[in-house]
């Protein structure tokens, strides 16, 4: 009976299906090699058993091994070939030299280690060799710090921890060790950077050390840099001007032009700057130097640290003429009943300002005036206030204050003339012509 055309399709899938189901299941059945390179060995315990023993590992630390498995081919799908690990424990370890020390290999995780079998290498064992161990207990750690924190902000003081490394390994290697550097990235930093960082060793020409049989209690290091916000506050001084003594005659340098300061950024703000103190240029001499305590608001940390500042002040174009005055006047009084009289008739005085101006001063162009507020209802004679006119009003002073001799007097009206006066004319009539009564006493004297 012949089959119809669907049934023939139906009896080729199954038989092909049934023949992949065979294929498969021998093929799984089987087992196929696995190789796997370079696979680095882990040593444990090498700073603790070797350490206590006074023993380092010198060499094989980096040891890698091929490994070829056996396995059955459906366990090649789900293994991770990156999972398998080769351990060696270094607590055996008892002297030093060149020694084979056993591996283990550890499988991943839901793999069944009866069923792989290792095909290479034979013998399962790496090579090392152990030295006697060198310790240096205080080397420095120095911070390098690359880029630049943002406008406005100032670092503190950076913080390193552990402060200096211990290192050990063979005498020959750790004694090359000068230091060891972490760097720290701050480029535009706004706040406090706190990192843990890799450090690298370097030998005393400054080149790094690239060796890795020397170790240490510390793989890292943890670096903290505070940043805050700052400001620059200008210091400086108050100077005194008086005639003839002008800033612009001196020469003066402030050894600190500023201080940064951290805090209130209202207060800050309000400072502007900070007056050290207050110099009267008339006391300055040729040079002085003058030292300040910096003052600082309470509220407000100081960034620079400085407490102190020193002005250096010289004086450069004020010099001093000694004129004499000839020429008096006086003022401030206006009283019409009463005379005043300037009695000083010459007086020395000293002038102070610049040279240029000074030269051009000479007796004629100085007049001392008398300043009579004080003694405009007495009369008398009195030492007042002097004040000194110079021609052409000069920025000019004097180096003392003067003083001028004055005579107030009563005003005596004149004595009037002939006939201005009756009374007065009658009375030197009466005392010069003669009288009746007058008359009969010479008559009778002349009788008698």
């Given at each position: ?10 009896y ?80 055996s ?40 161990l ?10 390098k ?44 930093a ?34 903290t ?49 900070i ?47 000694d ?22 008739s ?12 000074l ?11 008398a300043?009579?507020s ?8 009195y ?16 180096v003392?204050?003067y ?18 006066d ?27």
């Amino acid at each position: 009976m012949e089959l119809s055309n669907g049934r023939k399709a139906f009896y080729i899938a199954a038989s092909v299906l049934f023949f992949f189901v065979i294929w498969f299941y021998v093929n799984n059945a089987s087992t196929v090699d696995l190789k796997i390179e370079k696979i680095p060995v882990e040593f444990f315990n090498a700073e603790s058993a070797l350490a206590n023993k006074g023993l380092v590992l010198v060499s094989g630390g980096d040891a890698t091994v091929d490994l070829v498995l056996s396995m059955p081919r459906s366990m090649v799908y789900s293994f991770n070939t990156e999972r398998v690990r080769l351990l060696a424990d270094l607590s055996s370890v008892n002297s030093t030299g060149t020694q084979s020390l056993r591996y283990t290999i550890i499988y991943p995780v839901g793999i069944n280690p009866s069923q792989i079998a290792v095909k290479s290498p034979a013998v399962q064992t790496v090579s090392i060799r152990v030295g006697e161990l060198f310790r240096k207990n205080d080397v420095e750690i120095r911070c390098k710090l690359v880029g630049n924190l943002a406008d406005g902000y100032v670092a503190g003081r950076v913080r390193l921890l552990p402060e200096t490394l211990e290192i050990w390994g063979q005498q020959s290697d750790v004694m090359k060790v000068s230091y060891a550097q972490v760097t720290l990235n701050i480029q535009n930093a706004r706040k406090t950077i706190v990192e843990q960082l890799d450090y690298t060793l370097y030998d005393y020409n400054d080149e790094p050390i690239e060796n890795s049989s020397v170790r240490s209690a510390s793989s890292s290091v943890s670096v903290t840099m505070p940043v805050i916000s700052a400001t620059d506050i200008p210091l400086s001084v108050r100077f005194i001007e008086s005639p003839g003594i002008r800033i612009d005659s001196f020469d003066y340098k402030l050894d600190r032009k500023s201080v940064t300061l951290s805090g209130d950024a209202n207060l800050i703000a309000e400072l502007g700057e900070i007056v050290l103190g207050e110099v009267v240029l008339a006391e300055i001499g040729d040079e002085q130097t003058i030292t300040y305590d910096i003052p600082i608001p309470e509220g407000v940390t100081n960034l620079s640290g400085a407490t102190t500042a020193t002005l250096t002040i010289s004086n450069r174009d004020v010099t001093t003429k000694d004129v004499t005055v000839t020429s008096f006047d006086y003022e401030n009084f206006t009283a019409v009943d009463r005379s005043v009289e300037v009695v000083t008739s010459s007086l020395n005085v000293t002038l102070r300002g610049k040279r240029a101006d000074l030269e051009a001063i000479n007796e004629d162009s100085l007049r001392a005036v008398a300043d009579l507020s004080g003694v405009i209802d007495a009369s008398g004679t009195y030492t007042v206030p002097a004040n000194l006119r110079i021609e052409g009003d000069p920025d000019v002073g004097t180096v003392n204050s003067y003083l001028l001799t004055v005579r107030i007097g009563s005003i005596v009206p004149p004595a009037p003339t002939e006939g201005q006066d009756g009374d007065t004319g009658a009375g030197q009539n009466a005392g010069t012509n003669e009288g009746p009564g007058g008359g009969s006493e010479h008559d009778a004297d002349r009788n008698g």
